[in-house]
Nanobody
Framework: QVQLVESGGGLVQPGGSLRLSCVASGFTFSDYAMTWFRQAPGKERELVASISSSGRSTTYATSVKGRFTISRDGAKNTVYLQMNSLKLEDTALYFC?????????WGQGTQVTVSS
């Protein structure tokens, strides 16, 4: 059974940091690129960051470049999203996703709220 379980969300003040984790199971983690998406209320889902299956290539949304870092640990079947210098507009439900060719899996999400 495929599972992607996110954690690490919470309430943080502007300028603060959080690290999100997504633990994968039920598929060969090393074969899949991993992506973090987010969706704020009333807005479309947005790609935040992605990392290739090898971990050698990463991409970021312009809005988070320089503040967020995506990484993966094959030994733990986990992908991370380190989020620094958080802004009010980073408030959203954050999902991780695994993709290989036509196959995509989704997690349930973890809520990040940036508020003073």
């Amino acid at each position: 059974q495929v599972q992607l379980v996110e954690s690490g969300g919470g309430l943080v003040q502007p300028g603060g940091s959080l690290r999100l984790s997504c633990v994968a199971s039920g598929f060969t983690f090393s074969d899949y690129a991993m992506t973090w998406f987010r969706q704020a209320p009333g807005k479309e889902r947005e790609l935040v960051a992605s990392i290739s299956s090898s971990g050698r290539s990463t991409t970021y949304a312009t809005s988070v470049k320089g503040r967020f870092t995506i990484s993966r640990d094959g030994a733990k079947n986990t992908v991370y999203l380190q989020m620094n210098s958080l802004k009010l507009e980073d408030t959203a439900l954050y999902f991780c996703s695994a993709v290989r060719s036509e196959t995509r899996y989704w997690g349930q999400g973890t809520q990040v709220t940036v508020s003073s």
